[in-house]
């Protein structure tokens, strides 16, 4: 199975930064991309960045955090980070790390999903 851990949430003024980091383990065959998704109170979940941990790195980012935050990756460690920078208010919610990944090579790619991590922007 796939494990996701993440880490790095917490409570910031508006304004103010921070790192968010996931970390997936487990027996695969592969991991085509990794990504974080926000969930605000009351709303569905939205994917704010993604990365493809191929050999070319391509990056994708809800239109909301285009400038403020950045989707990095470490390969080797099947690590993604996510710097959250001028954070606002409706950035509070919960961080859901997602990869998509084969555990076996006959089968097909799946949705993997972390537990959360709580992110609150406020004063």
């Known amino acids: 199975q796939v494990q996701l851990v993440e880490s790095g949430g917490g409570l910031v003024q508006p304004g103010g930064s921070l790192r968010l980091s996931c970390a997936a383990s487990?027996?695969?065959?592969?991991?085509?991309?990794m990504g974080w998704y926000h969930q605000a109170p009351g709303k569905q979940r939205e994917l704010v960045a993604q990365i493809t941990l191929g050999y070319e790195s391509i990056t994708n980012y809800a239109n909301s955090v285009k400038g403020r935050f950045t989707i990095s990756r470490d390969t080797a460690k099947n690590t993604v980070y996510l710097q959250m920078n001028s954070l606002k208010p409706e950035d509070t919610g919960v961080y859901f790390c997602n990869t998509v990944a084969q555990l076996r090579e006959v089968d097909d790619e799946d949705d993997y999903w972390g537990q959360g991590t709580q992110v609150t922007v406020s004063s």
């Open positions: 487990g027996s695969m065959f592969s991991i085509h991309t």
